[in-house]
């Protein structure tokens, strides 16, 4: 199977940049509902993923500096990233996007040129992999049936 079936494109795809600012960033988040989303550079290359957890921790740790009303002064490439969100390639097996789906909730998509061009979420996976197992179920059934 290829991954580019499950892909859903970069511009269907809630992105910051590296050059967001904190305020951007929950305002992004919190209008598509999202509890982390990819960040990519001023090329449009993938760099990691930031969370929720990341910006509340990154706003804990800054001890009272950092309020929503001054969260436009901070930049998110000074957020640390909890979780390393690894990327696939899009000539990658079906494997290899499995393993990262199991610990990702959407897995990152990258060209040849670890350019972003989108993500393919966990659910689409789930579904793939039910799709099978009904498949087998109903073929062990036809077998038991004779």
């Not at 859903?8 to 992105?15: A, G, R, S």
């Not at 967001?20 to 988040?29: A, C, G, I």
């Not at 500096?65 to 690894?86: C, G, H, M, Q, Y």
Request: charged share 25%; hydrophobic share 40%.
């Amino acid at each position: 199977m290829n991954i580019a079936f499950f892909l859903l494109p970069k511009q269907e795809v809630t992105c910051v940049t590296s050059d967001s600012t904190l305020r951007q960033t929950l305002e992004r988040m919190e209008y598509h509902r999202f509890t982390a989303v990819p960040i990519l550079n001023k090329e449009g290359k993938y760099i990691g993923t930031v969370t929720e957890g990341d910006l509340l921790w990154y706003m804990k740790n800054a001890e009272g500096k950092i309020s929503f009303e001054n969260a436009s002064k901070f930049l998110l490439k000074d957020v640390p990233l909890r979780l390393d969100i690894k990327p696939v390639s899009i000539d990658a097996n079906m494997e290899d996007l499995i393993n990262l789906a199991k610990v990702q909730n959407f897995v990152p998509v990258v060209d040849d040129m670890e350019r972003f061009i989108g993500i393919v979420r966990r659910s689409q996976i789930i579904e793939y992999c039910e799709g099978i197992v009904a498949k087998e179920s109903m073929k062990a059934k036809e077998m038991n049936s004779f």
